[in-house]
C-alpha cells in the first residue's frame, strides 16, 4: 500500500535542479585557475540545449604584483549544447563573451573589450 501511495505522490515531488561543475584555466599562461558551480537557469527547451548560470572564481596561481590580486570573483552564464558553449564571463567591471567546447585540450578567446582576447579553457569537473 505504501508503495502505491509512494508511486501516486512522485510526479508531484520536486526535481532537484541540475548543476553543472566546471573547472579551467584563464589568461595567456593560463596563470587563472576557474572554477564555477552552476545551477540550470530555466527549463530547458531541448534536451541538448540547457542555460546554466552562477558564480564563478578565478585565483591566481602565479606570484602576484604589486597592485594585484590573488583572487577574483564574479558571474558566468553559460549556454551548453552538447559540449558546445556560448558563455558571458563578469569579473568586476570587464564583461567577456566566448565560444568554445567543454574540453581540457579546447582553447577559446574571450573577447574582453578593451582588455583584447584573451585564452580561456573551460571543462567540466
Same mark, same amino acid.
Given at each position: $500500500? ?9 510526479? $508531484? $515531488? ?6 553543472? +561543475?566546471? =573547472? ?10 576557474? =572554477?564555477? =558551480? ?12 540547457? %542555460? ?18 590573488? +583572487?577574483?570573483?564574479? =558571474? ?16 568586476? +567591471? ?10 581540457? %585540450?579546447?582553447?577559446?578567446?574571450? %573577447? ?14
Amino acid at each position: $500500500m505504501h508503495a502505491h501511495l509512494l508511486l501516486a505522490l512522485l510526479p $508531484m $515531488m520536486p526535481i532537484a535542479a541540475e548543476a553543472l +561543475e566546471l =573547472t579551467g584555466r584563464y589568461g595567456y599562461a593560463g596563470e587563472w585557475a576557474v =572554477t564555477a =558551480t552552476l545551477a540550470t537557469a530555466e527549463p530547458a527547451a531541448s534536451k541538448r540545449k540547457r %542555460d546554466f548560470a552562477g558564480p564563478v572564481t578565478l585565483k591566481h596561481l602565479a606570484l602576484c604584483g604589486p597592485g594585484e590580486v590573488a +583572487e577574483k570573483s564574479g =558571474t558566468l552564464n553559460l549556454q551548453r549544447d552538447g559540449r558546445r558553449y556560448a558563455a558571458i564571463l563578469v569579473i568586476g +567591471e570587464e564583461s567577456c563573451a566566448v565560444t568554445g567546447t567543454l574540453s581540457e %585540450d579546447g582553447v577559446a578567446f574571450a %573577447d574582453c573589450g578593451k582588455a583584447g582576447k584573451i585564452p580561456l579553457r573551460l571543462w567540466l569537473k
